[in-house]
C-alpha cells in the first residue's frame, strides 16, 4: 500500500456520461497530481492541485476537471465521456512541490 | 518542449543477464532525471532518481547516471531477476513547473 488511495478501482460506463475519480493523497502531503495512462499516448500530465489550489496544468481537456478539498482529498471529474477516455487514470501526491512522487494504484475507465 | 526518449521495448532478457534501458531527454535549464518501475495491476513506484549532473542515482541493484554532455539517463543492472519484469518509466521533473514528464515506457520480461 503506497499511502495514495484511488477509487474506484474499475469503472465502465457508457459513452456521453459523467463519472468522477477520487484520490485520497498519502497523509502530509500537500501536491495531487493527476495522470492519464493510455496505450497511444503513454503517460500525460493532466493537472496539479497544492493545498487546495490549481498550481499547473497539462494536456486536460475542457471536458475534465478537477478539485482538491479541503481535507486535501481530490476529485477528477469527467464528462462527455467518448470512447478514446478509456484509460487509467493514476492520482500521485508528494510533500509540497517536490517530485518525491507516490502514486495511487490507478483507476481503469472503461466507456462503451 | 521538454521530452524524454526511452529505448523501445518489448525487452525479453534471461534471467542474471545483464540489462540495459536507454533513456535519453530533451530540455530547458537543469532538470530532475528519475525510473519509476511499474509492476502489473499497480500504479508507478519510484525507482531511483538523480538532481544534477554526474549524479548516480541507484536502488535495488538498479544504476543510473545523470550525463549533461549527453543528455541520458541509461538504466542498468548487472543481474536480472524474474522479479524484475515491469514496465520502466524514465522520467525529468521540468523545472518550475511542478511536473514530471514522462517517457513512453519500456516492458521488460525476464525469462528463467
Known amino acids: 500500500d503506497s499511502g495514495v488511495t484511488q477509487t474506484p478501482k474499475h469503472l465502465i460506463t457508457a459513452t456521453g456520461q459523467r463519472v468522477t475519480l477520487r484520490c485520497s493523497p498519502r497523509?502530509?502531503?500537500?501536491?495531487v497530481y493527476w495522470y492519464q495512462q493510455s496505450l497511444d499516448q503513454g503517460l500525460q500530465f493532466l493537472i496539479q492541485?497544492?493545498?487546495?489550489?490549481?498550481?499547473a496544468k497539462g494536456n486536460i481537456l475542457e471536458r475534465f476537471s478537477a478539485q482538491q478539498f479541503p481535507d486535501l482529498h481530490s476529485e477528477l471529474n469527467l464528462s462527455s465521456l467518448e470512447l478514446g477516455d478509456s484509460a487509467l487514470y493514476f492520482c500521485?501526491?508528494?510533500?509540497?512541490?517536490?517530485?518525491?512522487?507516490?502514486f495511487g494504484s490507478g483507476t481503469r475507465l472503461t466507456v462503451v | 518542449g521538454d521530452s524524454v526518449t526511452q529505448m523501445e521495448g518489448p525487452v525479453t532478457l534471461s534471467e542474471e543477464a545483464f540489462l540495459t534501458i536507454n533513456c535519453t531527454y530533451t530540455?530547458?535549464?537543469?532538470?530532475?532525471l528519475f525510473w519509476y518501475v511499474q509492476y502489473p495491476g499497480e500504479g508507478l513506484q519510484l525507482l531511483l532518481k538523480?538532481?544534477?549532473?554526474?549524479d548516480k542515482g541507484s536502488n535495488k541493484g538498479f544504476e543510473a547516471t545523470y550525463r549533461k554532455e549527453t543528455t541520458s539517463f541509461h538504466l542498468e543492472k548487472g543481474s536480472v531477476q524474474v522479479s524484475d519484469s515491469a514496465v520502466y518509466f524514465c522520467?525529468?521533473?521540468?523545472?518550475?513547473?511542478?511536473?514530471?514528464?514522462f517517457g513512453q515506457g519500456t516492458r521488460l520480461t525476464i525469462n528463467p
Open positions: 522520467a525529468l521533473g521540468v523545472q518550475g513547473a511542478q511536473k514530471l514528464v
Open positions: 500521485a501526491s508528494s510533500v509540497d512541490n517536490d517530485y518525491g512522487y507516490t
Open positions: 530540455a530547458t535549464g537543469y532538470p530532475s
Open positions: 538523480a538532481t544534477k549532473a554526474d
Open positions: 497523509s502530509g502531503d500537500l501536491s
Open positions: 492541485y497544492y493545498n487546495g489550489e490549481e498550481r
